[in-house]
């Protein structure tokens, strides 16, 4: 984890989920685990409240009447929020993960989930909420790797590691998100641009590169997970 990203001790979520049961159940661990809540039952009514009174992080279902979870996120990020977005569905395909994604979530869990993974989705989110004048001074830990990123070193389990350029760049791209979801196209625009954004083959070679230099069991990843079909996660423990 990044070392100057404390989680708000009180952080206020707004929950979107049109079926009771799991709405009511959402807000019960939330508020249970510490944390402000308000829930509602359309997307309408979220993006209402959202522009009227901001909360730390949403939680929005895919599918719901009036304006869906995906309208939502595009609506909210066009007008310039930042606020971390889970989005929670019900539907398999990786098209709707993948697109979520693009249009500005943060991350997604398919339901059926479990209240320990919602809880730590949702502590990765926050905890991503760091400046961009931090980022450059901030030092990064986990899984035994180390990267100072205003010296530019990467040492795994206190040895140094050589990068190439590109690797650097694509390493501190995944750490800039550290603990969300980033799909192929969005990892191929920001490190080698928009020409390469339809070619994931050139990523997974590059991606297998990496995961040889900082992983202690490559064909088993720890820090650089594969979200298959949608991109990548690197994990923070």
């Known amino acids: 984890m990044v070392s100057s990203l404390p989680v708000p001790a009180a952080a206020s979520i707004l929950v979107a989920e049109d079926q009771t049961d799991i709405r009511d159940l959402l807000e019960m661990n939330l508020r249970n685990?510490?944390?402000?809540?308000?829930?509602?039952?359309?997307?309408?009514?979220?993006?209402?409240?959202?522009?009227?009174?901001?909360?730390?992080?949403?939680?929005?279902?895919l599918m719901m009447p009036g304006l869906d979870g995906l309208e939502v996120c595009?609506?909210?990020?066009?007008?310039?929020?930042?606020?971390?977005?889970?989005?929670?569905?019900?539907?398999?395909?990786?098209?709707?993960?993948?697109l979520g994604l693009e249009l500005g979530a943060d991350d997604y869990l398919t339901k059926p989930f479990g209240s320990h993974e919602l809880l730590a989705r949702i502590r990765a989110a926050l905890r991503r909420g760091v400046q961009a004048g931090e980022a450059g001074s901030a030092v990064f830990r986990s899984h035994g790797l180390v990267v100072d990123l205003a010296a530019r070193k990467v040492t795994?389990?206190?040895?140094?590691?050589?990068?190439?350029?590109?690797?650097?760049?694509?390493?501190t791209t995944m750490i800039e998100h550290a603990?969300?979801?980033?799909?192929?196209?969005?990892?191929?625009?920001r490190v080698w641009g928009p020409a390469h954004a339809d070619d994931p083959q050139y990523l997974r070679v590059y991606m297998a590169q990496l995961r040889r230099k900082l992983e202690a069991e490559p064909a088993r990843p720890r820090l650089l997970k594969t979200e298959t079909g949608v991109g990548y996660r690197l994990e923070v423990d």
């Not at 930042?82 to 989005?87: E, R, V, W, Y």
């Open 33 to 61: 685990a510490g944390y402000q809540v308000t829930a509602v039952a359309d997307g309408s009514t979220a993006l209402a409240q959202q522009v009227a009174q901001p909360r730390d992080l949403l939680v929005l279902d």
């Open 179 to 189: 603990g969300k979801v980033l799909t192929h196209r969005q990892v191929l625009e």
């Open 74 to 98: 595009k609506a909210l990020r066009a007008r310039g929020s930042a606020a971390p977005i889970l989005m929670l569905t019900a539907k398999s395909t990786e098209l709707d993960r993948v």
């Open 156 to 171: 795994r389990e206190g040895q140094d590691i050589h990068l190439t350029p590109l690797e650097y760049k694509l390493l």
